[in-house]
Nanobody
Framework: EVQLVESGGGLVQAGGSLRLSCKVS????????IGWFRQAPGKQREAVSC????????YYADSVRGRFTISADDANNAVWLQMNSLNPHDTATYYC?????????????????WGQGTQVTVFS
């Protein structure tokens, strides 16, 4: 059974940082791609970033490029999302998702497994 557990969300002042963790079980990172998505109240879910750990391919949404960094932690079978220079527009529930096959994509429809989400709230 594949399970994804996010952690690291919280309340932070604008300009601050948070690091989200997605712990993956039941699926090897080397044979998968992991994506981070977010959804704010009343808005559609949007892709934030994704990674194919086997070759390090990464993609970022334009709104977070240069501020967020995604990375894989093979030893712990986890994926991190380092978020810097946060602003109130980043406020959302953040979800990690996994798909079989090491091809990274920002298309949420391609992901088979989802975590329960972690809340990020940025106040000014």
């Amino acid at each position: 059974e594949v399970q994804l557990v996010e952690s690291g969300g919280g309340l932070v002042q604008a300009g601050g940082s948070l690091r989200l963790s997605c712990k993956v079980s039941g699926l090897s990172l080397d044979d998968s791609a992991i994506g981070w998505f977010r959804q704010a109240p009343g808005k559609q879910r949007e892709a934030v970033s994704c990674i194919a750990p086997n070759d390090g391919t990464t993609y970022y949404a334009d709104s977070v490029r240069g501020r967020f960094t995604i990375s894989a932690d093979d030893a712990n079978n986890a994926v991190w999302l380092q978020m810097n220079s946060l602003n109130p527009h980043d406020t959302a529930t953040y979800y990690c998702a996994a798909k079989g096959g090491p091809i990274a994509t920002m298309n949420d429809l391609m992901y088979d497994y989802w975590g329960q989400g972690t809340q990020v709230t940025v106040f000014s």
